[in-house]
Nanobody
Framework: QVQLVESGGGLVQAGGSLRLSCAAS????????MGWFRQAPGKEREFVTA????????NYADSVKGRFTISRDNAKKTVYLQMNALKPEDTAVYYC?????????????????WGQGTQVTVSS
């Protein structure tokens, strides 16, 4: 089992920045692919970004590429999502997820472990 605890969400004006963090426990962190998903009101949950086990390979949704950066610190068992140049359309509940696959996972069903979600609201 893997437990994920997210923090860092909040309210920010358009153009601002936030950094989300997700602390993992219960399993060797370096064996996990880590990802972020988000779900806006009235919309389906969508893939945002993922990072491989050692942090050398990253994948981003087109909507956030160039603005968001995923990183991980395996010693701290934590994954981060740095969000810059935020837009109102980034408003959503952001979920941290973990999977044991070797390749980057971009599909919800590939992630058996999920955090509780943290609200990010971007005002116009």
């Amino acid at each position: 089992q893997v437990q994920l605890v997210e923090s860092g969400g909040g309210l920010v004006q358009a153009g601002g920045s936030l950094r989300l963090s997700c602390a993992a426990s219960g399993r060797t962190f370096s064996s996990l692919v880590m990802g972020w998903f988000r779900q806006a009101p009235g919309k389906e949950r969508e893939f945002v970004t993922a990072i491989n086990r050692i942090g050398l390979t990253r994948n981003y949704a087109d909507s956030v590429k160039g603005r968001f950066t995923i990183s991980r610190d395996n010693a701290k068992k934590t994954v981060y999502l740095q969000m810059n140049a935020l837009k109102p359309e980034d408003t959503a509940v952001y979920y941290c997820a973990a999977a044991a696959g070797l390749a980057l996972a971009t599909i919800q069903a590939q992630y058996p472990y999920w955090g509780q979600g943290t609200q990010v609201t971007v005002s116009s």
